[in-house]
Nanobody, 122 residues
């Protein structure tokens, strides 16, 4: 079982930047697909970005493309989400998740962190 702890959230002004971190424990993330998701008040959880084990493949949602970058440091068992040019609509709780296979990613049947709040003021 993988335990995930997100950090780095906070309050930032429009146009600002934040870097979220997701530290894993319990087992190595070898082979795992890592993803970031977010959930705004009153809305469903939505996909933000994902990265494969070797960092050779990344995907980001159209809504954040060009502004958010996902990366990972396997030696540190940590995944990052660099967010820049933040907008008020980026305000949400951001969750990190680990998926052992593409199938579990598709069904979102993985290990989830507790989330970190990001608030972008206008």
């Amino acid at each position: 079982q993988v335990q995930l702890v997100e950090s780095g959230g906070g309050l930032v002004q429009t146009g600002g930047s934040l870097r979220l971190s997701c530290a894993a424990s319990g087992r190595t993330l070898s082979g795992y697909i890592m993803g970031w998701f977010r959930q705004a008040p009153g809305k469903e959880r939505e996909f933000v970005a994902r990265i494969n084990w070797s960092s050779t493949t990344t995907y980001v949602a159209d809504s954040v493309k060009g502004r958010f970058t996902i990366s990972r440091d396997n030696a540190k068992n940590t995944v990052y989400l660099q967010m820049s040019s933040l907008k008020p609509e980026d305000t949400a709780v951001y969750y990190c998740a680990a998926f052992s296979t593409v199938t579990t990613f598709a069904s979102l049947s993985g290990s989830w962190g507790q989330g970190t709040q990001v608030t972008v003021s206008s």
